[in-house]
Each structure stands twice: as C-alpha cells, then as structure tokens.
C-alpha cells in the first residue's frame, strides 16, 4: 500500500516550502474547498504534485526544508524575491516562506510549531470572538504577519475599548471594526 502525503507528515500546519498553512483563510473553511494543510488528511487529492513534499517528505523524511542539509536549494527563490511578490492580498503567505524554513533550521521544527500554535490560537480567537463574516482573509493576515505580543495587545485593546463603549457581545460587526483599527495601525 502506497502511503500518502498525510500519512508521513506530522505537522499539517505548516508547509513543507515553509508556508503558513494555520495562518490560511482555506484552512478555517467549512466546506469541500478547505485546505487541509500541508500533508493533512486529503492533502494528495486537493494537491497531487507537490515536488517539495516528492523531495522533502517522501524521499528524506523531513517535516520541512528548513530541516535538510542542502535548503536552501534550487527550488526556492531569495529572501528578497520572497519579500518583493505581490501574492493575495488576503494571505501573504510568500513573505514568510524563507522567514519561517530560516527559523526552523535554526532553532528547530519544535520551537517553531510551538510559536505557531501560540498564533493559530490568537488567530482562532480573533475568529470566534470578532469575526463579523467578512473578516476571515484579514484575521488570517494579521496573524501571519504581526508578532504575537501585538495580536495579542491589539485584542486586549479592543476588548477595552468594547467594554468602554458598551459594545454587545453579539455585535460582531462593532467589534470587528474596533479590533481592525487597532490592527491597521499595525500592520
């Protein structure tokens, strides 16, 4: 029996080219069009020719390239390549590729999903308590790119300002709105 994708790697959340698949809108889709992250279950369906994962995971079972003797190779453009694509205006996943595989080789795949679960889960919050339906690919964005002490400030902020306000709790629009500025300014 062949194995998959799914079967050999053991952090879904981020990519093996160094993407940050728990940062992605598609990630926290519902629905046949959700991404299952980087190895996830059903990842070879929704992504069958993945040569990094052919190179990576299924020939030197590796969880990322950060963690291969020969990354940064061939198949990576420069930092500053990276830093200059344009990429969705929802989720610039491309300026944090060669970021996120520099911090794995250094420091270790461990410390690295140890500080992206801390941002997964500010990211989950900011979707549960301040998501209002459009919001989703801004969140995702904000969370991909800011640090996680200013997450987490801007939402200490905003919880401030909504209980100073008088902001409901089911009004997602409002806290939305008060969570985005306080974002915009540092993003």
């Not at 980087?38 to 990842?43: A, E, K, L, S």
């Not at 950060?66 to 190779?73: I, K, N, S």
């Not at 990276?82 to 944090?96: A, D, F, H, M």
């Amino acid at each position: 029996m062949k194995s998959s994708a799914s079967d050999l790697k053991k952090y879904p959340t981020i990519a093996v080219c160094g993407l940050d698949c728990g940062m992605c809108p598609r990630f926290y889709t519902a629905g046949p069009s959700r991404c299952p992250g980087c190895g996830g279950p059903d990842f070879p369906n929704k992504h069958p020719s993945c040569s990094f994962i052919t190179c990576c995971v299924k020939k030197r079972q590796l969880e990322t390239c950060g963690e291969c003797p020969d990354f940064p190779c061939s198949k990576f453009k420069t930092d500053k390549e990276y830093q200059q694509t344009e990429g969705s205006s929802s989720y610039p996943s491309e300026k944090k590729r060669m970021p996120n595989l520099n911090y794995i080789k250094e420091q270790g795949i461990v410390p690295f999903i140890k500080r992206q679960k801390e941002r997964i889960k500010l990211l989950e919050k900011m979707l549960k308590d301040f998501d209002d339906g459009r919001s989703k690919s801004y969140y995702c964005r904000a969370a991909c790119l800011l640090d996680a002490d200013v997450l987490k400030n801007a939402m200490k902020n905003a919880d401030a300002k909504i209980r100073d306000e008088k902001i409901k709790q089911n009004d997602l629009k409002g806290k939305a709105k008060i969570l985005k500025i306080l974002l915009d300014g540092c993003l």
